[in-house]
């Protein structure tokens, strides 16, 4: 019998959190509730998947949303149990993950790997999105929302049931991303390195490098042993099986590139024609014009 999760009679909420928005009106934010065991929650929502950890000593939030929706996450995770949270793991330095950080109390522990405080720092523009970067929310309050807690390859937080472990593989989707495991539940959280069975944002902006994204992959398909279920950045709840067929998908399509640029095609025009290989059901490719850039970042780095 766990007494620290409010018993919920439903596996998937949804709630409705009202603020007023710039104009005097009120517009809804709403979050969606997965529950995936009786102390992890998927809230989807507002930016990337956020995951919440309901442990003895807290709860342990992984990414914190799009500015604006930090508070309707704190007040969702209210709705699931009584405990405080006390840490926010920020998978990567992107604004849908990290801009709700600074809706956070002091008393959070917000962490994250070493290379991502810099790059939220930086604010540099996301490779591929076509638009600068937003006007950082980090500069004001004394830097209030940064990650003070970084590791390098590994960190353990808590023990026993609550232990949740924190792993870097390399370059992928930016320089810096974790991958979040809670061993006792078999879960891990992959953040938007493995974001949906769709050609992933490779960040060169940000230090990410599709030449290095399907060895990083495979890393971690090899490396991460006991997860039967993982969170993904922004798409359903998947498996191992799924993140190995994910490593092959972005190999195919960097070796593809790298093939067309070998036989003299323009990175557009690879961009243009690509198309996803028929045993890669269920995949999409996207539009071309945001290929393009990452293509030209393949070329860049095959040469
Ligand atoms: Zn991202």
């Known amino acids: 019998m766990r007494r620290r999760v409010a018993v919920l009679g439903a596996v998937v909420l949804v709630g409705v959190v009202s603020v007023a928005g710039p104009a005097g009106r009120q517009a809804e934010r709403t979050l969606e509730v997965e529950q995936l065991e009786d102390n992890l929650f998927v809230l989807r ?31 969702k995770v209210g709705e699931l149990t009584p405990n405080p949270i006390t840490i926010v793991i920020n998978t990567h330095a992107h604004f849908d993950h990290v801009d709700g950080n600074v809706e956070f109390p002091a008393s959070v522990d917000f962490v994250a790997h070493e290379n991502t405080r810099p790059l939220m720092e930086e604010n540099n523009a996301v490779r591929g999105l076509g638009r600068p970067a937003r006007p950082s929310p980090f500069e004001a309050d004394g830097g209030h929302g940064l990650p003070e807690t970084t590791f390098s390859d590994r960190l353990v ?47 060169s902006n940000n230090g990410g490098s599709g030449v290095d994204y399907p060895e990083t992959l495979r890393k971690v398909s090899e490396g991460i042993t006991g997860v039967e279920r993982i969170i993904t950045g922004h798409s359903s709840v998947m498996t191992p099986a799924d993140l190995a067929e994910y490593a092959e998908f972005v190999g195919a399509f960097v070796s593809d590139a790298q093939a067309a640029q070998a036989a003299g095609a323009s990175a557009a025009d690879f961009a243009a024609g690509w198309e996803v290989p028929a045993r890669f059901s269920g995949y999409n490719k996207g539009p071309a014009e945001r290929l393009t850039p990452y293509v030209e970042d393949i070329y860049a780095a095959t040469r």
């Open 157 to 203: 937080l808590g023990r026993g049931d609550d232990r949740v472990e924190l792993h870097y593989f390399g370059r992928a989707h930016t320089g810096g991303d974790a991958w979040v495991v809670f061993p006792a539940l078999g879960v891990m959280h992959a953040g938007d390195a493995f974001p949906g069975k769709n050609i992933p944002i490779m960040d």
């Open 45 to 75: 929502g507002g930016g990337g998947n956020s995951a919440a950890f309901v442990t003895d000593g807290g709860v342990v939030l992984v990414d914190s949303k799009l500015a604006g929706w930090g508070q309707p996450l704190i007040d």
